[in-house]
């Protein structure tokens, strides 16, 4: 199985800030299989990155993927007050597995 | 647009089964797959199997084999998700999702979810 391992667990920041999460996978895994996902408080998630890099639809233009191989990376370049949730990476390469999640809280 | 609507609230008891089910708009089932996904009170997010309604094909992940059945209801647009043998850390919410086509694709739509309690 492709473990998934996200850092930090947690990320202070301020509006207006710039936000960067990471995404390590225990094997390598093609770009084409690799997701991103935001999930605010009762909801449920919402698809943000597919691909590595092409945001879903809808997605504002704040929010851009990048990485191969094993490292991937999710920024958001200014913070939005909207933007204050957990986010999610996933690998669909070899079944489905997720990240342990990144909470981006309000500083 | 597509819409998944769950099915409400379970409370089990250890050792015995459930049944969520998850109804679908329009012309999902001729387009999509449909995945379950759990969400445990840690916050993990777990695959649990999926189904392609136009090919009747189920598959699931390794760790819930012989434990999960998937079963797509093609004149009713619904698809129902049964657990067996429950055992408290199945307390989770039970998501069931989408993915475009019958290949290898990202989660876009997901249902309200349905909470499952396991519980003596």
């Known amino acids: 199985e492709i473990v998934l391992t996200q850092s930090p667990g947690t990320l202070s920041l301020s509006p207006g800030e710039r936000a960067t999460l990471s995404c390590r996978a225990s094997q390598s895994i093609s770009s084409t299989y690799l997701a991103w996902y935001q999930q605010k408080p009762g909801q449920a998630p919402r698809l943000l990155v597919y691909g590595a890099s092409s945001r879903a639809t809808g997605i504002p233009d704040r929010f851009s993927g990048s990485g191969s191989g094993t490292d991937f990376t999710l920024t958001i370049s200014r913070l939005e007050p909207e933007d204050f949730a957990v986010y999610y990476c996933?690998?669909?390469?070899?079944?489905?597995?997720f990240g342990q999640g990144t909470k981006l809280e309000i500083k | 647009q597509v819409q998944l609507v769950q099915s409400g609230p379970e409370v089990k008891k250890p050792g015995s089964s459930v049944k969520v089910s998850c109804k679908a708009s329009?012309?999902?089932?001729?387009?999509?797959?449909i995945h379950w996904v759990r969400q445990d009170p840690g916050q993990g997010l777990e695959w649990l199997g999926r189904?392609?309604?136009?090919?009747?094909?189920?598959n699931y992940a390794l760790k819930f084999q012989g434990r999960v059945s998937i079963f797509a209801d093609t004149s009713t647009s619904t698809v129902s998700m049964g657990l067996s043998s429950l055992r408290s850390e199945d307390t989770a919410v039970y998501f069931c999702v989408t993915s475009y086509g019958s290949g290898v694709s990202p989660f876009d739509y997901w249902g309200q979810g349905t909470p499952v309690t396991v519980s003596s």
């Open positions: 996933q690998q669909y390469f070899s079944s489905h597995t």
């Open positions: 329009g012309d999902t089932f001729s387009r999509y797959s």
């Open positions: 189904t392609i309604p136009i090919l009747g094909e189920s």
